[in-house]
């Protein structure tokens, strides 16, 4: 059973080329929005806190701030509406989930950047 759902999902779900990262990088999502007939482009800015999962139910959370509030959200990676990821900073951190990044805040929350 398992390697029927796996079949299944090389074969019919489109994979897009996007680049990769992790957490502690800080990555920039275009996506469409439909309002009614007119569709437009969006962008989401901010520090990637995990990326979970596997095969097509692979999704990852970007983590912004808006003003002083943490505006959090997660993306499927192969959602029709995602144009577009691009890779602003390379983060330096240790853990692949990076949730004590919530508590953080001014000066403490900078994450080094990440030499190639």
């Known amino acids: 059973m398992e390697s029927l759902i796996k079949f299944v999902q ?4 489109a994979k897009k080329d996007f680049p990769e990262f992790g957490a502690g990088d800080t990555i920039t999502v275009y996506y469409e929005i439909r309002e009614g007939e007119k569709v437009r482009t969006q ?3 901010g520090v990637v806190i995990q990326k979970r999962g596997s095969g097509s ?3 990852f959370t ?14 499927p990676v192969n959602l029709p509406a995602l144009q577009k990821i ?12 990076i949730y004590y990044f ?5 000066k403490k929350a900078r994450i080094k950047e990440r030499r190639h």
């Open 10 to 13: 090389n074969e019919f779900v």
């Open 62 to 75: 970007i983590r912004k701030m808006s003003g002083t509030i943490g505006v959090e959200r997660i993306f």
């Open 57 to 59: 139910s692979e999704t």
């Open 102 to 106: 919530r508590g953080l805040t001014g």
């Open 86 to 97: 691009e890779i602003n900073k390379r983060g330096k951190v240790r853990r692949a989930r």
């Open 43 to 45: 962008f989401f800015r």
